[in-house]
């Protein structure tokens, strides 16, 4: 248990559902980053957050996608209109960078995994 | 982009053997990280060695960063049959988004 916690660990979906995914990442971290993992490969970035400032969102994030962090705690992920391309492993990861720059560790989610029927 | 990219794809070994990654990046990092990931599973955090440091250690793993030529390696020593997972490697530049690759899937054979 890295203490990033994710909810649902899974979801099944049927096409053109709204689905929402929620992240709680270590308590005193200020960075929270959201990734997609298909089957063989490596996780691809979403999109990241400072605190509840969204700085960073991939291209591979479209209008569907959208992603919450409103008080700076935990963060939500929503996919709206699910299609079968969506089937992934969502993973949540959180960090702390101090004062200076120090960029520490990231640690990563169990993940939710999505099937879209 | 900082992507990683993992050599070899794939390995297999016995127990008891060394098993060595690597790890090849293109741009200037502030940090790498190794994770391993089990099949299904979320990825665990092995190591971070910062962009200053050349060598790091945390029990049977040893981690090398050759900034000069943008690579890194990972060493597992007397490898067990439990150590068969994915390992990435994940350079960071300071907004601290992870790139990875695809991963060496390593297999220790009892």
């Known amino acids: 248990d890295t203490g990033v916690s994710q909810d649902p660990r899974h979801k099944i979906t049927k096409r053109g559902q709204n689905v929402t995914f929620r992240c709680d990442p270590i308590?005193?971290?200020?960075?929270l980053y959201w990734y997609r993992q298909t089957l063989g490969q490596g996780p691809e970035f979403l999109t990241y957050?400072?605190?509840?400032?969204?700085?960073?969102k991939s291209r591979l994030l479209s209008d569907r996608f959208s992603a919450e962090r409103p008080k700076g705690s935990f963060s939500t992920l929503e996919i709206q209109r699910t299609e079968q391309g969506d089937s992934a492993m969502y993973l949540c990861?959180?960090?702390?960078?101090?004062?200076?720059?120090?960029?520490?560790?990231?640690?990563f989610g169990p993940g939710t995994r999505l099937t879209v029927l | 982009s900082q992507q990683g990219e993992e050599d070899p794809q794939a390995l297999s070994i016995q127990e008891g053997e060394n098993a060595t990654m690597n790890c090849s990046y293109k741009?200037?990092?502030?940090?790498l990280q190794w994770y391993r990931q089990n099949s299904g599973r979320g990825l665990v955090h092995l190591i971070l060695?910062?962009?200053?440091?050349r060598e790091k250690h945390s029990g049977r793993l040893r981690v090398t960063l050759d900034t000069s030529k943008k690579s890194s390696s990972l060493l597992i020593t007397a490898s067990r049959a439990a150590d068969t997972a994915s390992y990435f490697c994940?350079?960071?530049?300071?907004?601290?988004?992870?790139?990875f690759g695809d991963g060496t899937t390593l297999t220790v054979k009892p």
């Open positions: 741009t200037s990092i502030n940090n």
């Open positions: 308590s005193e971290h200020n960075r």
């Open positions: 990861a959180s960090s702390l960078i101090r004062l200076g720059g120090r960029l520490n560790e990231q640690f």
């Open positions: 060695i910062r962009s200053n440091e």
């Open positions: 957050f400072q605190n509840e400032a969204q700085l960073e």
């Open positions: 994940a350079p960071r530049a300071m907004i601290g988004k992870s790139t």
